[in-house]
């Protein structure tokens, strides 16, 4: 397969935008290396904050490519929350698919490090796409092998291994997030023990994005055929990978050990531990830090500026494919009137949320994240949409269409959040900015476990929430999965939103491999969405992730390589 394909190929993967300039925030992303440094090719502006007030980001100062790396050491983290959901396939949170699985697992294929384009993993080569585009066939590496544990017990991984895997993603009976990205999988057939044949509906431009990105890691059949409830305790977490988890308690932490079978890549995987330590005030992540507790953290900006200059830290400004939004309920009698949702689409601060949440550290956006940099609208073609432009003119206009919808002063209902990733405190602000226009809001917070508000979402039991989403930097991921009204297709729609139109155009964009044709239909989809919303999107958080620098290889990417933890990280001593 041409590595040039556009199959491979989503455009620039730097964003255009000036995060560098922008402030930290404290998110679990950004300290297991999700998002990556941001940096620009126009003259848009920053991210907010100034250059002089901001941490000097230095990634990977440590010069390991002059180094041959050495075995042994243990790479601490600190953050969380550590949620109570360990099967890759259904979890929405960060440190289950962010730190467990790419450490204990592997994908068919993965996010390269060096341009987040796919490359293979379990896979022994990309894919060979014959004819029309519909037909993928992967061999699957002879050498790769599930850790010596029960019930693969160091079997070697197999064609059947990956087809129950994707069987289970698919099956609406495990309720997967991301099932609607296989919708257009026709079938998945064993050829032979090594052999896969994936047959699509119609060509799909992101499937190999699909199975790169954040959770799809391949089971054991054993396990997989087990269906929804697969993967409940540490012992279910089996993989192929080279760490095996050994300890997990929710709200206190975890680790995992290289495992004693040894890895079958050769010459990765260097570290003898990886550890999780729970813990969400950040001042005591940034004490530990400086106490030589942890090996990294991300931080606030106020703490970040607290490790600048100084030799004996490493810091990475990173920008994630997070989105803030207000997800809007509209099997609800009052979000079925568009200028309802208009509303409160333009009456939400997006600047105001980031400065006051995020110490100036995020980016103001629409249906995509302006980390997905080849996708994402213009900021000049941005800023003329609603919810964009002059406050005052917005609140007026937000009122207005309130008015013109039969709610001249506003109304009260109920926002639904959690305590987890910041999502309470973007809620504080958009309860305030509402009460500008007449909306009155309830907040009902559900706690710390961001799987419970999950649940909620995915069953409709709410009416608004304030939350966050982290999903690919590319279209399909970003725009059909949360805009399609049919489940099959948008199985993160958890707003219930959706026109045969938005559907119709939705399916399109997906089926273009030629780039810059299917820009300008993604371009067409993002206006759409800001004119009739589903959710009402507030725009991407940026962070800054602070290491120590005995840390080798260091470096955050916009796209998720996670797994470069246990592969590729090591500690000079």
């Not at 192929?240 to 290289?258: I, Q």
């Not at 939705?506 to 004119?531: H, M, P």
Request: proline share 6%; charged share 25%.
């Amino acid at each position: 397969m041409d590595r040039d394909n556009y199959w491979k190929r989503r455009g620039p993967l730097t964003t255009r935008r000036r995060f560098l300039a922008g402030s930290a925030a404290a998110t679990a992303f950004a300290a297991l290396g999700f998002a990556g440094c941001g940096g620009g090719d126009d003259d848009s502006g920053d991210g907010g904050g100034s250059k002089d007030a901001t941490p000097t980001a230095k990634p990977g100062t440590s010069p390991a490519a002059a180094l041959k790396p050495v075995a042994g050491g243990t790479f601490k983290v600190i953050g969380g929350p550590v949620g109570g959901s360990l099967d890759p396939h259904r979890t929405n949170t960060p440190v289950e698919y962010g730190f467990v699985w790419p450490a204990a697992g592997n994908f068919l294929v993965r996010f390269a490090i060096k341009d987040g384009l796919a490359e293979a993993d379990l896979a022994a080569a990309l894919p060979e796409i014959p004819g029309d585009g519909t037909e993928l066939i992967f061999k699957i590496r002879p050498d790769a092998k599930f850790q010596n544990k029960a019930p693969a017990n160091g079997r070697a991984v197999t064609a059947e291994d990956v087809k129950l895997t994707f069987d289970r993603i698919k099956s609406p009976d495990t309720v997967s997030p991301r099932a609607g990205n296989y919708g257009n999988v026709e079938t998945i057939t064993v050829v032979d023990a090594t052999t896969v044949k994936f047959k699509l509906k119609v060509p799909q431009a992101d499937l190999l994005n699909f199975m790169s990105d954040q959770y799809d890691f391949i089971l054991p059949k054993e396990i997989s055929a087990r269906g929804k409830d697969a993967v409940k305790t540490a012992e279910d977490v089996v993989g192929s990978g080279p760490y095996e988890l050994t300890a997990y308690e929710a709200g206190k932490g975890l680790t995992l050990k290289r495992r004693p079978d040894g890895y079958w890549k050769k010459d990765t995987a260097w570290l003898d531990s990886l550890e999780y330590i729970h813990q969400t005030d950040t001042q005591q992540q940034a004490n530990a830090l400086k106490a030589g507790q942890v090996t990294v953290a991300g931080l606030p900006v106020d703490l970040v500026k607290g490790f600048d200059n100084d030799p004996k830290y490493q810091i990475s400004s990173a920008a994630a494919s997070t989105r803030e939004a207000l997800l809007i309920n509209h099997t609800k009698e009052r979000y079925k009137d568009v200028r309802v949702r208009q509303a409160l689409w333009r009456a939400i601060d997006r600047k105001q949320v980031y400065a006051k949440v995020f110490g100036g550290a995020g980016v103001p956006g629409g249906a995509m994240s302006p980390a997905a940099a080849a996708w994402v609208l213009p900021d000049k073609e941005l800023a003329a949409l609603p919810g964009f432009g002059d406050r005052n003119k917005e609140l007026t206009e937000a009122k207005a269409l309130l008015s013109a919808a039969g709610f001249p002063n506003g109304f009260e209902d109920t926002v639904t959040t959690a305590t987890a990733f910041s999502t309470d405190q973007l809620n504080d602000v958009i309860v305030a900015n509402l009460a500008e226009v007449g909306i009155r809001l309830k907040t009902e917070n559900v706690g710390t476990d961001f799987n419970v508000f999950l649940a909620r979402e995915v069953s409709g039991d709410y009416t608004l929430a304030s939350t966050l989403f982290n999903s690919g930097p590319y279209p399909d991921a970003q725009l059909l999965v949360y805009h399609h009204s049919n489940p099959a297709k948008g199985s993160r729609n958890y707003a219930k939103t959706g026109t045969p139109e938005l559907d119709a155009k939705l399916e399109k964009q997906s089926q273009i491999y030629d780039a810059k044709q299917r820009q300008a239909l993604v371009f067409e989809i993002q206006r759409d969405i800001a004119n009739n919303p589903g959710p009402a999107w507030v725009g991407s958080r940026i962070g800054f992730t602070v290491a120590v620098a005995a840390l080798q290889n260091f470096l955050a990417t916009p796209y998720t390589t996670a797994w470069k933890t246990g592969e590729t990280y090591w500690l000079k001593s």
